[in-house]
């Protein structure tokens, strides 16, 4: 079985959430625990993993599908109406 490597996203670039999690509320707190949410990144990507609050934004860990291990981070923020996520090169 050959696995993919996970598509490449330039780190500190802002990508808008087109998709996020399902919910009630458009808050940050849709990003707190298990979600999954879609980004524009020059093409829609799925981002799977959890999310731990820190104030004004979420630390998201994407994890991979097969064994849940991290694939990369992102910082989530709210901005003008919708979310935005920035993934970053720290773990």
Same mark, same amino acid.
């Given at each position: 079985m050959t696995i993919q490597p996970p598509p490449s996203v330039a780190s500190g670039r802002p990508c808008p959430v087109t998709e996020p999690p399902a919910g009630e509320a458009a808050s940050l707190e849709l990003f707190v625990g298990d979600a999954e949410f879609t980004v524009d990144s020059g093409g829609p =990507?799925? $981002?799977?993993? @959890? #999310? !731990?609050? =820190? #104030? /004004?934004? $979420?630390?998201? @860990?994407e994890k991979d599908e097969i064994g849940g291990k991290d694939v990369r !981070?992102? @910082?989530?923020?709210?901005?003008d109406g #919708?979310? $935005?996520? /920035?993934? =970053?090169?720290?773990?």
């Open positions: =990507l799925l $981002v799977r993993g @959890h #999310g !731990v609050s =820190l #104030g /004004e934004r $979420v630390r998201f @860990h !981070v992102w @910082h989530i923020s709210q901005r #919708g979310f $935005v996520a /920035e993934p =970053l090169a720290a773990f």
